[in-house]
């Protein structure tokens, strides 16, 4: 069965400096991994996704993540936080054991960026 | 614009009344699932939806009931709602179920059961 474990259910940040937010997964296939961003009272959006191509990946927001198989990671990173990147961040691994690929999410990081 | 919509964005019931939330999207897709989110649990998915008349429980179905009488819709019914159901539920919908292409999800329905 494939899981998804966030490391961090918290982290905060300066503004203008890195974030790293940090998500192991596992899985028994090759897994398609992806990140969601919920602001305050909204929806998910689609950060990025991996899907075994290029295992750096750009999204959106100037948002990326690195496709690790040999430790089984997909960190979210950005090189200068901004106040709107305040949000809760989900890693997402796409589960193809049921004939169909079933999105399986982490707890959740909510990150918190102070002036 | 290409968007999946939920109804209503807030609802407060009463245990027992059955209630109905609504998922519609406008983009053809042919999945379509709905999970709950709760306080450090992430989404957990209730049903799913391969394409009209398909239909099978996800991780927590019990207490929902789902139908896909038409692509576009696919809502969400509490037959007896308890206050365990209380929650943030979300639909979501992909072109096909493989989730390749990532998933579009509605803006959420935050019930409360008293």
């Known amino acids: 069965a494939q899981s998804v474990t966030q490391l961090d259910s918290h982290v905060s940040v300066s503004e203008g400096t890195p974030v790293l937010l940090r998500c192991n997964y596992s899985s028994s296939y090759s897994p398609s991994l992806f990140w969601y961003v919920q602001h305050p009272n909204k929806g998910l959006q689609l950060l990025l996704k991996y899907t075994s191509a290029a295992t750096l990946v750009k999204g959106i927001n100037g948002f990326e993540a690195e496709f690790k198989k040999s430790e089984t990671s997909f960190h979210l990173t950005k090189p200068s936080a901004h106040m709107s990147d305040a949000a809760e961040y989900f890693c997402?691994?796409?589960?193809?054991?049921?004939?169909?690929?079933?999105?399986?999410f982490g707890a959740g990081t909510r990150l918190a960026v102070h002036p | 614009e290409a968007q999946v919509t939920q109804n209503p964005r807030y609802l407060i019931t009463v245990t027992g009344k059955k209630l109905t939330v609504t998922c519609s999207q406008n983009?053809?897709?042919?999945?379509m699932s709905w999970y709950r989110q709760d306080p450090g649990l992430g989404l957990r998915q209730i049903y799913y939806?391969?394409?009209?008349?398909?239909?099978d429980k996800g991780d927590v179905p019990e207490g929902y009931k789902v139908s896909r009488k038409e692509k576009r819709n696919f809502p969400l019914i509490l037959e007896s709602p308890s206050p365990n159901q209380t929650s943030l539920y979300f639909c979501?919908?992909?072109?096909?179920?493989?989730?390749?292409?990532?998933?579009?999800f509605g803006s959420g329905t935050r019930l409360t059961v008293v």
């Open positions: 983009m053809n897709h042919e999945y």
């Open positions: 979501a919908s992909s072109p096909e179920g493989q989730g390749l292409w990532g998933y579009t």
């Open positions: 997402v691994v796409s589960d193809g054991s049921g004939g169909y690929n079933k999105l399986i």
């Open positions: 939806s391969m394409n009209v008349e398909v239909t």
